[in-house]
């Protein structure tokens, strides 16, 4: 199908789908089965220069826009949810940096995590803040040239593996939700630690720990724009990453389409080819529609992200939710369609399911989603 | 100091299914596009690994230098061979080198190799997966007079004048040093290939692309083509394959002799 | 030499489809042909309207008559004659018959005169060689020059070697010395009497297609041979009890030509830790095992096999998840895709996700039990038996015929 992709968009599509054919494939069902971060396939696609999309120019970036960024996640979450959580989510982790740090943040950071040398991560979420992401309790206080960080941190995607956080913190507790302030940590500053890995549903290759502050010394300088600005911050960052996870599913949704697709044609039952039942076909034209209606709403949401368009949120939101169900849908379909076949975890289609599962709950749950598509809707109409 | 690296590269067809035409009884290519032989692609990783591992050494220049003989359409994959790493690559194209045989064939490979000058390295995969022979690569060392090494399955180490590599032999592995500049052929084992990079990728696209034929090449038109060939295809067949198995499901020694046939003359006729 | 379209070429296309080097377009209904050709004529046979022809090249008369017998190039490895050598022998005298000439052996090793009585068992009518000295292994580059003066100095009219990594490393180089044509990896070797000319066969396009290919104006005409293709056949002991009876032609000594040769290699250790490692893209043959192989010990039984033809161990997944063979040598999606000459398939039932790792092999051959296993759909040839017994068999025979 022809989706008229520029030139350098035919290029990242053809160095992911070859970093899924040699790189993922090959190895998706041990690093689901053993839990094993995929280090190596990170540094691979560092070395196909896939984290410097979004990073400009001047930052050893290419400088594309957020659809570019979307294509080549949608291409990896073919391969493996797990590995193309863990890419998104370093993009998560350094996206604060690019919207709101310094200059000297930029030359700092940037570049060794466009060269994909270093990963990052992205630390809102808290035990007792998800959704409710205002009500962080983890506390920043300037003490001489440094900030003092305490509390914890829970379910941080690329947990312990990356080098570079962007942690969010109350500065100043008086002021609710617009007390919070964002910091570059990284891994190695004192009184930093981590919790245990978390044992998940799916996207198991992908690793999910607690960030443990205890007086951590974070330099006054690594202070991301200025203080009581972290929930905007926050806020910019989601809506810019938002698409991606519209992507994910897309991807994903898109290899379980394939793989239901590829099997019916082989299995046989009653001495024909399941493919020729009107049952499994009209399965399969019900998951080709949605995945390709995800995927267009996908794109124009990048689009519009990339345009600056003031509808930007809420189509992204659109995008995240829609495609996100639609993943969910198509996966749990895949697995009806391959049978007791599709069941067992010889087949990568289960494993597609549990992963799929995923992308209706993080970086906002889909009820997040509505909420935010119906206030805009409300207050800004058409 | 100048210090270069060859790879020396081959296009062939994607796939080397060839059918008969049952009318015609005539062999059939099927129409499949040309790619990198597969066994170079790894002799393009070594070659850019290489010059990543010289990188300290001061004031030593490295390049690695893609190279292959074929017609003008080669170029792709010399663009690809860019994709993969390599600085830069030069085609050696001309009517004249139409029809050589692997000794007139590494006749142009050396004369490039004097004309790129201060090559140290030259490396070739362990054979083309159409012709499958394996010997360019010998007789270009023969030609320049530097020694080969063949079936390399690790560089131990090198520096800017000598190599360590480890060679399989038919039942062990050697441990070889060699003085630079040298030949080697690689075999699969030896690295696993890198994906091209989106910069290689846009810088490919954009590379411009060098053509060397006889002039440039100063070479004698006789000494290369077919009138420069020591040898020369007179035949080409299919040999008899039955296309549905044959199976055999009782006798013992109808059976063995039937596997020893198949092993052992399967491909004489 | 030239290839010509004529005047009379209608663009039917039909030349297009016989051409394996994709050297024909169609311009404006008329057949090009670019720089791709080598002249097979594949097209010529092919055109209805005779459009096509080669002309040339100049049948130059050249004068060979000084040279003269075949040469055999004779590797030694771990103390004994290669059996590539030994069949390469028997080959060269049936083709010296043909051309009533003589068989040469070429011989460079430690005690190498050890091996001059096995030599005149295998009828060698000459012997070249030299005395590299006690303990002594020669290295390559030696061996090469060495090789090219002999040949240079005797001047055998054809000169074969076996196709091992030793000969393949060696007869490019020495044929580029010689600037004579050098035919890599024949399957098939036969001689064209009136005009003393070796054609020389071998498999190309990934083992699709043979091409018979000669050397038409250089000499010596030289080949290396795939081991194993010709028979090694039972030899009658000659009985000589002195060498010299054979007269004074019959040895030729080099020795004195290693004295002067400096080389540019330098052999640090040889390593036989061979197994775990292996990289089976390497191997032209894999003998494979899967569930029905039964356990661990078992796989001995397929690797005296696999030892046999020079070939190498795979596995499908069900033999590496029972842990009796480890995960290198597994076959199939989750394993390595494999490409070999020839693919022996034991107690392996084929399950889809194998085939895809071996299906592209050339030659498939499956022993199963089972005569509905979907390995047979993908085989050349399909045994349906028990490998406990077709194995041993089979490694009895072949052991027979060797000897």
Redesign the interface.
């Given at each position: 199908m022809s989706y008229f992709y520029t030139e350098e968009q035919e290029m990242i599509i053809d160095i992911c789908n070859r970093i899924v054919r040699e790189k993922i494939n090959p190895v998706r069902s041990q690093l689901d089965e053993d839990e094993i971060f995929p280090t190596e396939i990170l540094s691979e696609i560092g070395r196909s220069d896939l984290f410097r999309l979004f990073i400009p120019e001047k930052w050893d970036g290419m400088g594309t826009g957020i659809l570019e960024v979307c294509i080549a996640t949608e291409i990896l979450s073919k391969g493996c949810l797990g590995v193309a959580t863990s890419y998104a989510a370093s993009g998560l982790g350094f996206l604060p940096i690019l919207i709101s740090g310094s200059d000297e943040q930029k030359d700092r950071y940037l570049p060794s995590l466009a060269s994909g040398g270093k990963i990052a991560a992205f630390g809102l979420t808290e035990a007792d803040a998800g959704s409710d992401a205002g009500s962080i309790k983890t506390k920043a206080k300037l003490e001489g040239s440094n900030y003092i960080l305490n509390g914890t941190k829970q379910w941080i995607t690329n947990g312990g593996e990356a080098d570079i956080y962007s942690v969010f913190a109350v500065t100043d507790e008086s002021k609710g939700i617009r007390g919070a302030s964002a910091f570059i940590v990284e891994k190695d500053f004192e009184g930093f630690s981590f919790g245990k890995k978390e044992k998940k549903l799916g996207i198991r290759a992908s690793a999910t720990r607690e960030l443990v502050f205890e007086n951590c010394i974070v330099p006054k300088e690594n202070l991301i724009g200025k203080e009581g600005m972290g929930f905007i911050i926050a806020m910019k960052t989601l809506d810019k990453s938002r698409p991606a996870v519209g992507a994910q599913a897309v991807g994903v949704a898109q290899a379980a389409l394939e793989e239901a697709l590829c099997y019916s044609k082989i299995r046989k039952q009653f001495g024909q080819a399941i493919s020729s039942f009107q049952a499994i076909q009209h399965m399969l034209a019900e998951m080709a529609t949605n995945t390709e209606a995800a995927r267009q709403l996908v794109y124009h949401a990048a689009k519009a992200v990339d345009s600056e368009l003031k509808e930007s949120s809420r189509l992204s939101a659109m995008a995240k939710f829609f495609a996100s169900d639609v993943a969910m849908k198509v996966t749990t379909d895949a697995v009806q369609i391959l049978g007791g076949y599709g069941y067992m975890r010889d087949y990568p289609v289960e494993k597609m399911m549990r992963d799929a599962k995923i992308t209706q709950i993080y970086e906002g749950t889909n009820q997040i989603q509505k909420n935010v598509i119906a206030l805009d809707l409300i207050k800004n109409g058409f | 100091m100048k210090f270069k690296i060859m790879v020396c590269i081959k296009q062939v067809p994607s796939s080397t299914e060839i059918k008969i035409d049952p009318v015609t009884n005539t062999l059939m290519r099927e129409g499949a596009e040309n790619i990198i032989n597969p066994f170079d692609v790894y002799a393009i990783e070594e070659g850019v690994r290489i010059r990543e591992r010289l990188a300290d050494i001061p004031e030593l220049e490295t390049e690695t230098v893609a190279v292959t003989m074929g017609p003008p359409q080669s170029e792709k994959i010399l663009r690809e061979a860019i994709s993969l790493g390599a600085d830069k690559a030069v085609l050696l194209s001309d009517r004249s080198f139409a029809g050589s045989d692997t000794l007139a064939t590494s006749r142009v490979l050396s004369a490039a190799a004097k004309k790129i000058s201060d090559v140290k390295i030259i490396i070739c995969g362990k054979q083309s997966m159409d012709g499958d022979t394996g010997q360019v690569g010998p007789e270009v060392a023969q030609l320049l007079g530097f020694p080969f090494i063949g079936y390399v399955s690790e560089v131990r180490s090198l520096d800017n004048k000598k190599i360590l590599l480890k060679q399989l032999k038919e039942k062990k592995y050697d441990i070889i040093e060699a003085q630079l500049p040298v030949v080697i052929s690689v075999l699969k084992e030896i690295n696993n290939p890198r994906i091209p990079g989106l910069k290689n990728m846009m810088k490919a696209k954009n590379a411009s692309i060098e053509t060397w034929g006889i002039k440039e090449l100063m070479i004698d038109a006789s000494k290369v083509g077919l009138d420069g060939s020591a040898t020369r295809v007179v035949k080409i067949f299919k040999h008899e394959i039955n296309s549905n198995t044959k199976m055999i499901s009782s006798d013992l020694k109808a059976q063995i002799d039937e596997i020893y046939k198949e092993i052992f003359t399967y491909d004489k006729n | 030499?030239e290839i010509k379209v004529k005047e009379n070429c209608t663009g039917c296309g039909?030349c297009l489809?016989?051409?394996?080097y994709?050297a024909i377009k169609i311009v404006n209904k008329r057949a090009v042909i670019?720089?791709?050709?080598?002249?097979?004529g594949?097209c010529v046979?092919?055109c209805r309207f005779r459009s096509i022809a080669i002309t040339g090249?100049e049948t130059k008369k050249y004068d060979f008559s000084d040279y003269k017998g075949i040469g055999v190039f004779i590797e030694i490895?771990d103390g004994h004659i290669n059996d590539s050598s030994l069949e390469l022998m028997i080959k060269a005298k049936e083709l010296a018959k043909e051309l009533k000439t003589q068989v040469y052996a070429f011989i460079a090793a430690a005690g190498v005169n050890s091996y001059f009585q096995e030599l005149c068992d295998y009828s060698a009518d000459r012997i070249i060689y030299a005395e590299t000295g006690e303990g002594k292994e020669i290295n390559e580059?030696a061996l090469k020059e060495l090789l090219t003066s002999m040949i240079s100095t005797i001047k055998p009219e054809i000169f074969i070697a076996g196709a091992?990594?030793?000969g393949?490393?060696?007869?490019?180089?020495i044929?580029?010395?010689l600037?004579?044509?050098?035919?890599?990896?024949c399957?098939?070797l036969s001689i064209d009497a009136d005009e003393r000319i070796l054609?020389?066969?071998?498999?190309?396009?990934?083992?699709?297609?043979?091409?018979?290919?000669?050397?038409?104006?250089?000499r010596p005409q030289m080949a290396t041979v795939?081991p194993?293709?010709f028979?090694k056949n039972r030899i009658e002991k000659s009985g000589i009890k002195d060498l010299k009876e054979k007269g004074r032609h019959f040895l030729s000594d080099f020795s004195d030509i290693l004295k002067n040769l400096k080389?540019?290699?330098?052999?640090?250790?040889?390593?036989?830790?061979?197994q775990e490692?292996i990289?089976l893209?390497?191997f032209d043959v894999i003998v494979s095992g899967g569930r029905g192989v039964g356990g661990e010990k078992n796989f001995a039984l397929l690797k005296e096999l696999a030892d046999i033809?020079?070939g190498a161990i795979g596995a499908s997944r069900a033999a590496v998840d029972s842990e009796w063979i480890s995960y290198p040598h597994q076959i199939g999606q989750?394993g390595k895709t494999v490409n070999p000459?020839?693919y022996?398939a034991c107690g392996i039932s084929g399950a889809?996700?194998h085939l895809a790792g071996m299906q592209t092999a050339?030659?498939i051959?499956?022993?199963n039990k089972d005569?509905d296993a979907p390995i047979?759909?993908?085989?050349?040839?399909?045994?349906?038996?028990d490998i406990f017994?077709?194995i041993p068999?089979?490694v009895k025979?072949?052991k027979e015929?060797k000897s």
């Open positions: - | - | 030499m039909l489809k016989v051409c394996l994709e670019n720089e791709n050709c080598i002249f097979c594949a046979d092919a090249p490895s580059d091992t990594s030793l393949r490393s060696l007869m490019p180089a044929a580029c010395s600037e004579t044509g050098l035919t890599a990896d399957t098939e054609l020389q066969t071998r498999p190309t396009f990934g083992g699709n297609i043979l091409a018979t290919i000669i050397t038409q104006n250089c795939r194993h293709v028979k080389t540019k290699l330098k052999l640090d250790e040889s390593m036989e830790d061979f490692k990289n893209n390497d033809l020079g989750t000459k020839l022996i889809v996700q050339d030659r051959i499956a022993i005569p047979f759909k993908v085989a050349d040839l399909g045994i349906v038996g017994e077709v068999a089979l025979k072949i015929e």
